[in-house]
């Protein structure tokens, strides 16, 4: 089997075990973990389970994750980057979470011009995977049931954008920011519910604007640029839509870090062209 191919089934596989047996840990206990942030017994129980299924593959070479300090080597192979589970925080209030997966061919520091594939998990009312790789022409969107995967659909962004998801406390963020937020919002419907996978597939199914920008809080913003930004900003370019931090692709940033953040924007050309203008006049 085709390297890669063994990477998607083994996400497959293990996201299905995490859909069945996420009930049992919904009333996470709370840590800290490597970047800092906010650690639930869910997160490492994820993380171990990827890491077991994954590090056992020929095709993987570095084991990179959100709930680790460092890389993991496990000889030849793909750099691996995980976050095993996005939005952790909506366990205990039964929404939705995801998982997300980076794919790079060159070791690590690497921009995302170096992914050849991205995925992401949705772990919803039911759950979907959806894959972007280089060596196909499509992005594919799985639905996981029964310990199958069947194919469900091509993605493209919708050109019409309707709705808007922006993160972020209106005190923390820049005034310039709100005033765009404001401008936006006229328009767009409101989808915001903390965890950026089920955010961004919002956008991927209505079209509009995902965006987490730098707060007070978080100057650099808060999504990690290996495990959240990058891979999904790869997955959004690769069907037609467009991603920045403002000033640039994600996908040409350069992390400072294995736990490196950075201002998130994804979604509708036209919208991302709005939040450069805006940004790029330093507000
Ligand atoms: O609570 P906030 O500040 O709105 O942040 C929500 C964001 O934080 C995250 O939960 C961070 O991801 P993790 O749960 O993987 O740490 C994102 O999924 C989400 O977009
Ligand atoms: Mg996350
Ligand atoms: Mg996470």
């Given at each position: 089997m085709k390297a890669m191919d063994q990477i998607v089934q083994t996400i497959q596989q293990t996201a299905h075990y995490v859909n069945t047996n996420l009930p049992n840990h919904a009333q996470s206990r709370v840590s800290v973990n490597a970047s800092g942030d906010k650690q639930t017994d869910a997160d490492v129980w994820a993380d171990h389970l990827f890491f077991d299924k994954l590090s056992?593959?020929?095709?993987?070479?570095s084991y990179v994750s959100e709930e680790r300090d460092a890389a993991i080597d496990c000889g030849e192979g793909y750099v691996v980057t995980i976050d095993?589970?996005?939005?952790?925080?909506n366990l205990a209030s039964n929404n939705s979470v995801g998982t997300i997966v980076g794919v790079y061919?060159?070791?690590?520091?690497?921009?995302?011009?170096?992914?050849c594939a991205a995925m992401m998990v949705l772990y919803g009312p039911y759950t979907t995977m959806t894959v972007a790789r280089d060596d196909r022409e499509i992005v594919q969107e799985y639905l996981l049931r029964d310990g199958f995967s069947e194919r469900w659909g091509e993605f493209s962004l919708p050109d019409d954008p309707k709705v808007i998801g922006l993160a972020g406390k209106k005190y923390a963020r820049s005034e310039g920011f709100n005033e765009l937020a404001k401008e936006l919002e006229q328009h767009l419907k409101p989808r915001y519910g903390g965890a950026t996978v089920a955010d961004l597939a919002q956008v991927l199914e209505y079209g509009g604007l995902f965006g987490y920008p730098a707060t007070t809080e978080y100057p650099d913003g808060k999504l990690r640029v290996y495990y959240e930004a990058v891979p999904l900003a790869y997955l959004v370019e690769e069907i037609g839509g467009r991603s920045t931090d403002g000033t640039q692709s994600l996908l040409d940033v350069e992390p400072d870090g294995l736990h490196a953040r950075t201002p998130t924007f994804l979604g509708n050309e036209d919208l991302i062209e709005r939040v450069e203008a805006h940004m790029g006049d330093g507000s």
């Open positions: 056992a593959l020929d095709a993987v070479g095993p589970l996005d939005g952790s925080s061919e060159a070791e690590l520091p690497a921009t995302g011009r170096e992914l």
